[in-house]
């Protein structure tokens, strides 16, 4: 059983992890496949240990308070960024996880440059910082809809590769995970919204006008996950039509690399055998 889980952790990070350079098509990726654990009743099953073993391992991570740990999650809309950090970090203590959304830039941020209002919200160290969007928002968004010249957005890459080659020099861990999900799967999730009243919230008809540049997107995604993912960066490019099987893939590769820094837990004072609390 242990080997077979150990192979599953390598299977998965190695499948959907996009190596530098790498061609990508997004259309050659099914967004619905499940083949390394196609049963949902043990994807469950895993995922919830996962999630036992995640918060272990951020505790760890907080109470070391030496390394520091970015995740990355972009996804077309509905693509369940929300879903993925309620499910996948179940459980972690809200003292060192924070999460940043990145919706349209204020006034104050324009003010600054492009990267100004990310910057501030990188973990420190013994905290995971989670970003819901991202800076990865100036090679998607201002492309499809134009808001700056091609050479503007074309040079963001080589800025954007810089700015993690530097918080990893500095000792910030970095993961990076695109949510691919279908077409279609995207328009039953936003019918949802519309269908069920607790969800009429989470409804934009702006989503709708985002939905007509489909394609010009995945090309977006696509230049994104080829351009960015690098040794110190790299992205995963998850198949996320099922929830459970995304939270698996996700938890896994969360897991193994908290693992893989070998952290330990502080130091005892000294003497501590002979104190008697009365």
């Avoid at 499809?144 to 500095?170: C, G, P, S, T």
Wanted: charge should be negative.
């Amino acid at each position: 059983m242990l080997h077979r889980l150990v192979l599953l952790s390598v299977n998965m990070a190695e499948r959907h992890k996009i190596l530098p350079g790498e061609k990508v098509q997004l259309r050659a990726r099914d967004p619905s496949n499940k083949e390394l654990e196609p049963s949902k009743k043990k994807r469950l099953a895993k995922a919830q240990a996962l999630n036992e073993r995640l918060e272990e391992l951020q505790e760890l991570l907080y109470a070391q308070g030496k390394h520091k740990l970015l995740v990355v999650l972009q996804a077309p809309d509905a693509g369940g960024k929300d879903g993925t950090i309620r499910h996948v970090f179940d459980g972690t203590n809200p003292q060192g996880v924070k999460v940043a959304s990145f919706k349209k830039p204020s006034a104050k941020e324009l003010a600054h440059d492009y990267l100004w209002r990310c910057h501030q919200h990188c973990p420190g160290a013994g905290e995971i910082a989670i970003f819901n969007r991202s800076h990865y928002e100036e090679v998607l968004v201002v492309r499809v809809h134009n808001f700056v010249e091609e050479q503007v957005w074309q040079r963001r890459y080589d800025h954007i590769n810089q700015f993690e080659k530097m918080l990893a020099d500095e000792g910030t861990t970095i993961v990076k995970f695109f949510l691919h999900i279908s077409k279609e799967e995207q328009k039953e999730r936003l019918q949802a919204r519309l269908d069920e009243s607790h969800k009429n919230w989470k409804f934009s008809r702006a989503d709708l006008e985002e939905r007509r540049h489909w394609e010009d997107y995945q090309a977006a995604f696509e230049a994104m996950l080829e351009r960015t993912s690098t040794e110190h960066a790299p992205w995963y490019a998850v198949p996320a039509n099922s929830k459970s099987y995304r939270n698996l893939v996700i938890s896994q590769v969360l897991v193994d690399t908290l693992e893989g820094l070998n952290m330990e837990f502080p130091p005892a004072e000294d003497g501590l055998n002979e104190v008697v609390i009365e």
